[in-house]
């Protein structure tokens, strides 16, 4: 479980996060939602470990999150970043197994090799291993990337793992959206706490076991029960007006 | 052809060519009786593989005290300088960026031209250290540019690499004024010892200066070959890196201290030689791709290969004269480099 207790962030007198508790279970699709600047990412990147004024306390399967070293950190958790530098010269294959960089130091295993190709299949880009990703299109770098986070997180210990994913679907089309959703599901369902930051909110309510929505730094919504989640409610946090229709059982919004 | 077996032929050639370089090297040089068979000759005499010495002993004494320790200089010098180029290209993520980027060269001629014109030369109660006073002095004036550097961009926890950027084009700036200065100061002597130091040159190689520098020069390269998958991770961004498991404050920390320790360690024994740091690693780039695992002893192997033949080229072509080694890698590493730009220009943009 990652539990954040009261933390606050700010950038200069500007406050980012605003006294935000949340827990995060792990075998659990949760979406943040909110409008820009509302906080997602930071909150993800604060539950990363990799801000470090932060006031509050973070913890991992109960040790505080300060306490942990940086590689034991990774072995727990992974992050596909929204900033990913791709224009580097490096064959796909071996960028997947960067992902498996905390594990193997120095050579890979023929485990971690194994791992590195069903995550290159997983994400359908096994066919451009041996092509430099510089030359790749931004959604296939985007997926070449994913590829490399679920290396990382690939479960193979008993402590829960946790995948933070910063808006994944960018770039994405709309096959690969899904897709990416589905596998997050599979992987929540296989044990992995996964935690994604969005802005489709189709996406989120057709997919995610819990949703949190955020508006200024603060958590304004936290619930499993999605469906009960009022057209008011996203209205208020939006700004924008929304409709509520039911296509075929499922709920969409438009 | 399996990638291991690969990696294996690749790093035979290039020691094949580093061997070729060496046997070059030995055969040449303004004393021109040492020919290579003579130099062939002395090393199996002294190996015991054969008792007769048809050589004279002045061949004996240039082979092992002028001809030997410059190419053991020369690899140690131009190994370290493209390591340390690649090291710094991939931390900064800067295909411009050199080893001597945060000023360390430019900080050791200016003390070294502050030695020059203040008569370094007797400052020390030993005629040892006097000998080697400018060595002494470049090494000073190298790492107080590191630390001056360090200091600036480095906070509470963690180095800005942004900011040692730019402190280093400042401290650039500022060495390179006081050095203007001395010259400004200098006679006609000591004009040309500034000079002669500026340009680079391996002509000072002694066994003593090897002994002095290794540890400064062989024990940050050592450490650096094993930082590939670092500075892999690191190329796709600090943060990614980090999540992948890599502490980074303490990795650029380490990178920096031992790339710069490196090179203080070269200049101070050869100047500073220009455009090998910088033009070494681009060249294993364009055939090896940019995996800094094969990218770093690659681009040692190629640097000592490429001074070696530099050093050569420096003691014959004007001979008995010799021209400063950073003239010529400059004057074929400047254009090399321009081809680079044009060529990539060609095939990164569509548009063109």
Known sequence: MISIQNISISFGN???????????KKGELTCILGPNGAGKSTLLKAASGWLKSVNGSISYNGGCIKSKKVNELSKQRAFLSQKLNSSTDIRVEELVM???????KNHPSDLDQEIVNRAMMQFGVDKMAKRSVSMLSGGEQQRVHLARVIAQIHNEEKYSKFLLLDEPVNNLDIKYQHMILSQSQTLAFEGIGVICVLHDLNLAFSYADRIILMKNGKIELDTRDIERISKEKLEEIYEVSYDKINLSQKLELV | MSKTKKDILWYGALLLLLLLAIITSMSFGSYEDLTLSKSM???????????????L??????????????IVMGIIVGGALAMSGAVMQGLF???????SLIGVSTGASTTVSLGIIFGASTWFPYEFLNYYSLNFMAFVGALTVMII???????????????????????????ASITGLMIFMSEEQQLRDINFWMLGSLGGASWEMIVGMMPFAIIPCFLLAFKGSVLNLISIGEENAYYSGINVDRQKLFLVL???????ACVSVSGSIGFVGLVVPHLIRLIKGNNYKLLLISSALLGAILILISDTLSRTIIAPAELPIGIITSLCGGPFFIWLIARQKKSKSIRS
């Open chain 2, 258 to 264: 031992l790339t710069t320790l490196a090179v203080g």
């Open chain 2, 149 to 175: 550097a360090l200091l600036i961009a480095g906070g509470k926890n963690t180095i800005s690499l942004d900011t040692l950027l730019l402190t280093g084009i400042a401290l650039n700036a500022i060495a």
């Open chain 1, 98 to 104: 960067m992902g498996r960089y905390t594990y193997y």
């Open chain 2, 57 to 70: 002993p002045l061949d004996y004494n240039v082979f092992f005290n002028i001809r030997f320790p410059r």
């Open chain 1, 14 to 24: 500007f406050n980012v996060l605003n006294d935000v508790s949340v827990d995060f």
């Open chain 2, 93 to 99: 993520r800067n295909p411009l960026a050199d080893p």
């Open chain 2, 41 to 55: 000759r002395i090393m199996a005499y002294d190996m015991g593989l054969t008792s007769k010495a048809d050589f």
